[in-house]
Structures are given as C-alpha cells and as structure tokens.
T-cell receptor, first 113, second 112 residues
Framework: GENVEQHPSTLSVQEGDSAVIKCTYS??????FPWYKQELGKRPQLIID?????GEKKDQRIAVTLNKTAKHFSLHITETQPEDSAVYFC????????????FGPGTSLSVIP | DTEVTQTPKHLVMGMTNKKSLKCEQH?????MYWYKQKAKKPPELMFV???????INESVPSRFSPECPNSSLLNLHLHALQPEDSALYLC???????????FGPGTRLTVL
C-alpha cells in the first residue's frame, strides 16, 4: 500500500553543521514531494517542495534532492541554527480515488548551540 | 492572504457533548482537509473536500462528521467522542487536491 518511510527519527547536530533527512516512498506514480517543519505547539509549515520533473531544488540553506528511480528524496540543511530545531515531515502525493499526501513519521532535529 | 484560520484554539468537551470545529480560507483554494495529529506523530488525514466532493478516510469513526457550506468554509461536527479522540485537529487547504497544503493553527481538543 501507500507508504512513506523517514530516517532518522531523531537527529542531533552542532550549530553550524549540516543535517540530512532521508525518505523513501512506495507509489511510483507519486510526483510531488513537500517537506514540512513543525515547531512545538505550532502548525506544520511548508519549507520546500519538489516535483518529479526536477532532481534538485535549493532555497538558501535548504535543499531537496529526488531520485525517482530509487524512490528516494532527501532534505539537506546547511549551517544549522538553533531555530532549525523542530520536527520535520516529508510527504508524497498519492493518487487513489482522490489526491492526497502521505506523511512520513517525522524526524526530530535538535541543533545544539 | 495566505492564511487558514481555525476556531476555537482550544476545546474541552465531555463524551456526551456535541461541538463543532470551524475552518476558513480566503486563498480561493478548491480543496480543504481535516487532519488529526497525536503528539509526536504525523498528521493523519480524516476528510478531503475537493471541488465540493467529499472523500473519507474509511478508518475515521462516524462520531466525526464534516460539512462544507461553501468552498471557503469547512466544519467538523463532533458527537459522542471518546478520550482517545483528544488530539490536535488541523485544517488545511490547497489549490487543487494533493497539491501544496497550507495548514491552520489547529484546535487542541480534550475529551474528558
């Protein structure tokens, strides 16, 4: 069935280091992959997304890569800052009788000052 | 305006109560969603309204009932809830079904 896996479940990095979160998806027809950041007690907020017609997208310190053959996509955060600490969810669009996104289980990122 | 609003922010209700959660978006989006989120878990899709057509996650119990009065408003009617229904209820909207979703701030629901 439809599934998105995400690793690691927790990640701790020193301020200034890079952080990488990896996801895999099961539906080969998926063509849209958003990433959400959720701070404690707040709503999920879209930070970057990628569509299947590109392999990489970058926005300042954040980049996402997509390997459609392997059904992998990854989030890269460079020069991490304490305010990057949050839970990050990857997601993939699936098309059944209706369009929806399936979320990965989340990665709790801690940036240590 | 890129905001999705939800009311109330917090709700405490007994198992015999009837209450409603409200969501509104002014982005002209044609799809709206209700999600349930437990602590340390991802949002779990409950309902989708896309072009006024309702789609249901079949695992959602009938004590939850969605209503879409128009393309900007989405309600979730609650009746005879159980303590395990306590969670953060998130509304979201997108231009079309399955596309970029914008979330509201959520309603923190506690069922006693």
């Amino acid at each position: 069935g439809e599934n998105v896996e995400q690793h690691p479940s927790t990640l701790s990095v020193q301020e200034g280091d890079s952080a990488v979160i990896k996801c895999t998806y099961s539906d080969s027809a998926s063509n849209y992959f958003p990433w959400y950041k959720q701070e404690l007690g707040k709503r999920p907020q879209l930070i970057i997304d990628i569509r299947s017609n590109v392999g990489e997208k970058k926005d300042q310190r954040i980049a996402v890569t997509l390997n459609k053959t392997a059904k992998h996509f990854s989030l890269h955060i460079t020069e991490t800052q304490p305010e990057d600490s949050a839970v990050y969810f990857c997601a993939a669009r699936v098309r059944t009788s209706y369009d929806k996104v399936i979320f990965g289980p989340g990665t709790s990122l801690s940036v240590i000052p | 305006d890129t905001e999705v609003t939800q009311t109330p922010k917090h709700l405490v209700m007994g198992m015999t109560n009837k209450k409603s959660l409200k969501c509104e978006q002014h982005m002209g989006h044609r799809a709206m969603y209700w999600y349930k989120q437990k602590a340390k878990k991802p949002p779990e899709l409950m309902f989708v309204y896309s072009y006024e057509k309702l789609s249901i996650n079949e695992s959602v119990p009938s004590r939850f009932s969605p209503e879409c009065p128009n393309s900007s408003l989405l309600n979730l009617h609650l009746h005879a809830l159980q303590p395990e229904d306590s969670a953060l209820y998130l509304c979201a909207s997108s231009q079309v079904g399955g596309d970029t979703q914008y979330f509201g701030p959520g309603t923190r629901l506690t069922v006693l």
